[in-house]
């Protein structure tokens, strides 16, 4: 089983002397509920680095005030077991208060659209908590590489975008959607779906897909793309659309009425009160 660690004190003292023997460090940063894309992270760190550390954090500081985080799932037993499988050596579970041991707050925050689009919007104070808690984690372990999904887009280019400002000495590496047969973006939130729900989220990964080919067909209209989606999706009665954008790459910088490659195609949509994210980049 690999290794929990529970303290800041002890995973540093654990790090330290590896590092000076010349050992790799990967970094994962997860809020647990581990699943199959978890694991395709970890195990490419666990390929590329002498020793991969999984953090294991529900993270209070990105959740809003009417969000799921009493309700986020917490299996640590099961989590210990992905990482075992998928090659980590150790698993990082801070409480709260280590994390965040007094009231008062340093809070890292990339500031301007980057942060306000997409799931901005809906979610203001969320970006502020990630960039803040994966600070942390970074001067925690001081990896060598740290590993991120792409389903999580606005994360990952708001993420690039603090590394790049705070001259922090950090290898991103950003892995693939992983999705289950069905299409469908694996997320610890998929717990909550209905048999119901579950089978009408499919709708997501397939419109993305539908609005690649086009596309690459030739069709580069913004509004275009974003209607067909939509359309695509409202079609499906379970779906409460939240939004369904697109933003040019690198930085999420606007588009005005053509889609030039590469961009994000992203969306959330709500099935029942889950909601989910999905995207695509049109290239
Ligand atoms: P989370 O535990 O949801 O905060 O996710 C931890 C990390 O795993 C983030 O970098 C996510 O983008 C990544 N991740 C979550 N789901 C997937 C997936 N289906 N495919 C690839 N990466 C994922």
Redesign the pocket.
Known sequence: MATCIHTVEELRNLIKPLKAQGKTVGLV????ALHA??A??IEASAKENDITVVSVFVNPTQFGPNEDFEAYPRTLESDLKVVENAGGTYVFAPSAKEMYPSEDMTWVEVTGDITKVLCGRTRPIHFRGVTTVVTKLFNIVAPTRAY?????AQ?VEVLKRMVKDMFIDIQMRI?P??REESGL????RNTYLSESEKAAATVLSASLKDALEAFKKGEHSLKAISEMVKEKISKEPLSNIEYVECYGLPGLYPLENEIKAPSLLALAVRFGNTRLIDNIILE
């Open positions: 940063p997860t809020m647990g894309g978890h395709s992270l991120f999904g792409q389903k999580d994360q892995m959607i992983n973006a694996r997320s610890s």
